[in-house]
C-alpha cells in the first residue's frame, strides 16, 4: 500500500519539479536573448533621437546667434516645438551653463532620461560657451515604444539596461497563464509515466505471481522442474529465429512459460506417474491445456495467451490434443511451443531415463508431426544457442540452458 502511494507521489512532485524548472531556465535564457535586443533598441532609439534633436536644433546658426547673445527666450522659441516634432521627449529647456564637451550627454535621473545638448552654428565650428540646450525624457515612455507593455523600469529590482535604466519584464516566469501551462504539461506527463509504470508493474507482479506457481508446482514435480523455464528460452530462441519482436516475442515467451500451468488442475499420481497412462488418466492429462488457458483467461494481462497455450498439444496431421488441429489452424506461436517442448523433453533430465542427446532428437522429432519448418530452424541454428542473450525483460532461465 505504502509502495502503491509513494510512486505516483514522487511521479507527480519530480514531474511538476522538473516541468517547472525546465520552463524557469527557457524564461530566463528567453529573457536574457530578449534583454540583449532591448538594450540594443533602448540605446539605438535614446541616440537616434539626441542626435536628430542635435542636427535639426543645436547646430543651427540662427538660434547659435540668439543663445550667444544672450537672448534665450527667443532661442526656446525656436526650440519648443521639439516635444512636437519629437513625440518621445517631454520637455525642452535652454539654460545657462556649462555645455558639455561632446555634442550631446544622456544621463538618467530616476526614471527621467536627461539629454545635455551643446549649442553651435551650423558648421559646428563654434560652440555658445555658457549655455547648454537640455530635453527630458521618460524612460517608461521609451519601453513602452520598443516593446509596448511588456517592461517596466524599476529602480528597486531592475536589472541595468541602456544608460543605466532599471528594467524588470512585466510578466512573471510564474503568472497564471504559465502556470496552467506548467500544469498541464505535468499532468500530461505524469499520466504517460503512470500509465507505463502501472503497466509494467501489473506485468511484473501477474508474472511473477504465476512464475511463483509455477515454481510451487514444479516442486510438486521434481521430474520436470525446470521444464517450463527451459521451454520458455527455447521458444524465445526460435521467436527471434523467426524474426519475432516486441509485444509478439514477449507474448511467445510468457505463453511458453506458463503453457502448462493447467497441469495444477490434473492429479497429481496422474502427473507423476512414470508408467504409461491409461486411458482414463490420459483423457485427464489432456485437459491440462484447456485449464493452462482458463487459468491465463483470468488474469487480464494474459487472456490473449490463452489460445496459444490451448493448442500447445495440437499436430499438425490433427492427432493432437485438445481440439485435435491440423496446421494450418493452429496459431504460429502454439506450433513452436510444441516443438520446444518436444525436444526439451526428450532432452531433459527425468529420473526415469537418461536424457536422449540432441541429435538423436532431432532425428526422432523429423519423424513426428511437429511443423518441420520450425524443427529445422532449431536442428540449424541449435549450435548458437549457447551463445544466445535473453532479453532484459526476460523473468528466470534456466541453467541448464545456458550450459547447452
Ligand atoms: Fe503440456
Do not use: C
Given at each position: 500500500m505504502k509502495r502503491k502511494l509513494l510512486v505516483p507521489i514522487v511521479v507527480v512532485f519530480a514531474t511538476l519539479l522538473t516541468v517547472a524548472s525546465s520552463f524557469y531556465i527557457l524564461n530566463v535564457y528567453i529573457d536574457k536573448k530578449n534583454a540583449d535586443t532591448l538594450d540594443h533598441a533602448l540605446k539605438g532609439l535614446i541616440d537616434l533621437q539626441a542626435s536628430a534633436v542635435y542636427n535639426s536644433y543645436f547646430a543651427w546658426t540662427k538660434l547659435y546667434d540668439l543663445a550667444a547673445q544672450g537672448n534665450l527666450a527667443d532661442a526656446y522659441?525656436?526650440?519648443?516645438?521639439?516635444?512636437?516634432?519629437?513625440?518621445?521627449?517631454?520637455?525642452?529647456?535652454?539654460?545657462?551653463?556649462?555645455?558639455?564637451?561632446?555634442?550631446?550627454?544622456?544621463?538618467?535621473d530616476g526614471e527621467l532620461l536627461r539629454i545635455d545638448y551643446a549649442i553651435r552654428d551650423d558648421d559646428e565650428l563654434n560652440t555658445v560657451p555658457n549655455t547648454y540646450a537640455v530635453t527630458i525624457i521618460q524612460a517608461r515612455k521609451v519601453l513602452n515604444f520598443i516593446a509596448p507593455n511588456q517592461y517596466k523600469v524599476d529602480p528597486v529590482r531592475g536589472r541595468k539596461s541602456a544608460y543605466g535604466?532599471?528594467?524588470?519584464?512585466?510578466?512573471?516566469?510564474?503568472?497564471?497563464?504559465?502556470i496552467l501551462i506548467i500544469c498541464v504539461i505535468s499532468i500530461l506527463i505524469i499520466w504517460l509515466l503512470l500509465q507505463s509504470y502501472y503497466k509494467k508493474s501489473d506485468f511484473f507482479l501477474d508474472t511473477r505471481g504465476l512464475e511463483s506457481i509455477i515454481y510451487l508446482f514444479e516442486q510438486t514435480e521434481k521430474a520436470s522442474a525446470s521444464h517450463s523455464r527451459n521451454v520458455a528460452i527455447l521458444a524465445l530462441f526460435v521467436g527471434k529465429l523467426l524474426k519475432f519482436s516486441g509485444k509478439r516475442l514477449k507474448n511467445l515467451y510468457v505463453a511458453a512459460l506458463l503453457h502448462d500451468i493447467g497441469k495444477i488442475g490434473v492429479p497429481t499420481n496422474i502427473i507423476t506417474k512414470t508408467g504409461k497412462l491409461d486411458s482414463r488418466e490420459f483423457t485427464q492429462m489432456k485437459q491440462h491445456p484447456v485449464i493452462s488457458?482458463?487459468?491465463?483467461?483470468?488474469?487480464k494481462e494474459f487472456d490473449r495467451l490463452s489460445d496459444i497455450v490451448l493448442h500447445h498439444h495440437e499436430?499438425?496431421?490433427?492427432?493432437?490434443?485438445?481440439?485435435?488441429?491440423?496446421?494450418?489452424?493452429?496459431?504460429?506461436?502454439?506450433?513452436?511451443?510444441?516443438?520446444?517442448?518436444?525436444?526439451?523433453?526428450?532432452?531433459?533430465?527425468?529420473?526415469?531415463?537418461?536424457?536422449?542427446?540432441?541429435?538423436?532428437?532431432?532425428?526422432?522429432?523429423?519423424?513426428?508431426?511437429?511443423?518441420?519448418?520450425?524443427?529445422?530452424?532449431?536442428?540449424?541454428?541449435?549450435?548458437?544457442?549457447?551463445?544466445?542473450?535473453?532479453?532484459?525483460?526476460?523473468?528466470?532461465?534456466?541453467?541448464?540452458?545456458?550450459s547447452a
Open positions: 522659441n525656436l526650440a519648443k516645438d521639439i516635444t512636437t516634432s519629437f513625440p518621445l521627449i517631454d520637455s525642452v529647456e535652454i539654460d545657462q551653463g556649462t555645455p558639455p564637451s561632446e555634442n550631446y550627454v544622456v544621463t538618467l535604466i532599471p528594467i524588470t519584464a512585466q510578466a512573471t516566469v510564474f503568472s497564471a497563464t504559465n488457458a482458463r487459468i491465463l483467461n483470468s488474469f499436430r499438425e496431421d490433427g492427432s493432437g490434443y485438445p481440439e485435435g488441429l491440423k496446421s494450418k489452424d493452429i496459431p504460429l506461436e502454439s506450433k513452436i511451443i510444441a516443438v520446444v517442448d518436444v525436444f526439451e523433453a526428450l532432452v531433459g533430465e527425468r529420473p526415469y531415463r537418461n536424457p536422449i542427446h540432441p541429435s538423436s532428437a532431432f532425428e526422432k522429432m523429423k519423424q513426428m508431426p511437429l511443423d518441420q519448418r520450425i524443427v529445422a530452424i532449431l536442428v540449424d541454428h541449435y549450435g548458437e544457442l549457447g551463445s544466445f542473450k535473453p532479453p532484459k525483460w526476460v523473468l528466470s532461465y534456466s541453467p541448464w540452458m545456458f
